[in-house]
T-cell receptor, first 114, second 112 residues
Framework: DAGVIQSPRHEVTEMGQEVTLRCKPISGHDYLFWYRQTMMRGLELLIYFNNNVPIDDSGMPEDRFSAKMPNASFSTLKIQPSEPRDSAVYFC????????????FGPGTRLTVL | GEDVEQSLFLSVREGDSSVINCTYTDSSSTYLYWYKQEPGAGLQLLTYIFSNMDMKQDQRLTVLLNKKDKHLSLRIADTQTGDSAIYFCAPGSGAGSYQLTFGKGTKLSVIP
């Protein structure tokens, strides 16, 4: 298995632009998590899905952020409009429920908003 | 919600043992995890301990759990330069939830 796949790996954009981050979880996994990592705040959970349904989005910072999971193989995190304070590394992770709950992380997308 | 505390930095000499400590607040965790993050990479599961265990040993890694004090530690024996990374403590949520709360991470620097 290829593991969790994220794209793009790096994104540089200007303030006000729309940004879309993509994630493909490990095949068969039924939970998907989106995290944001910054030096100041560490690793923050933004939202997670179970069987493509959003379960908890209380970590989404504001209405500029939205996430979707149209099917079991694909999820997006969208920021519109982007701001410099959104600059961070965004990780996606997936789990197969019923086991010990190990989260498998993707390599992350480093977002820079100028 | 859960609060997880770790010291931010640890520096050790190659060949010495490293001990990374973590305290947490939620006592309902079933599994408690240690993740490792190398520069420019995602987090990778290093080891874990089941909540009814006090200790788990896995080659150079020893995990100690003190449930009463809500204290988790990771010991790396014979630390190598390849162990330089950020280590995250992550107690799992209670039964039925797969959420993890991560500490801010401890950056381990190994001096040759």
């Amino acid at each position: 298995d290829a593991g969790v796949i994220q794209s793009p790996r790096h994104e540089v954009t200007e303030m006000g632009q729309e940004v879309t981050l993509r994630c493909k979880p490990i095949s068969g996994h039924d939970y998907l998590f989106w995290y944001r990592q910054t030096m100041m705040r560490g690793l923050e959970l933004l939202i997670y899905f179970n069987n493509n349904v959003p379960i908890d989005d209380s970590g989404m910072p504001e209405d500029r952020f939205s996430a979707k999971m149209p099917n079991a193989s694909f999820s997006t995190l969208k920021i519109q409009p982007s701001e410099p304070r959104d600059s961070a590394v965004y990780f996606c992770a997936s789990i197969l429920s019923g086991g010990r709950g190990e989260q498998f992380f993707g390599p992350g997308t480093r977002l820079t908003v100028l | 919600g859960e609060d997880v505390e770790q010291s931010l930095f640890l520096s050790v000499r190659e060949g010495d043992s490293s001990v990374i400590n973590c305290t947490y607040t939620d006592s309902s965790s079933t599994y408690l995890y240690w993740y490792k993050q190398e520069p420019g990479a995602g987090l990778q599961l290093l080891t874990y301990i089941f909540s009814n265990m006090d200790m788990k040993q896995d080659q150079r890694l020893t995990v100690l759990l003190n449930k009463k004090d809500k204290h988790l530690s990771l010991r790396i024996a014979d630390t190598q330069t390849g162990d330089s990374a950020i280590y995250f403590c992550a107690p799992g949520s209670g039964a039925g939830s797969y959420q993890l709360t991560f500490g801010k991470g401890t950056k381990l620097s190994v001096i040759p």
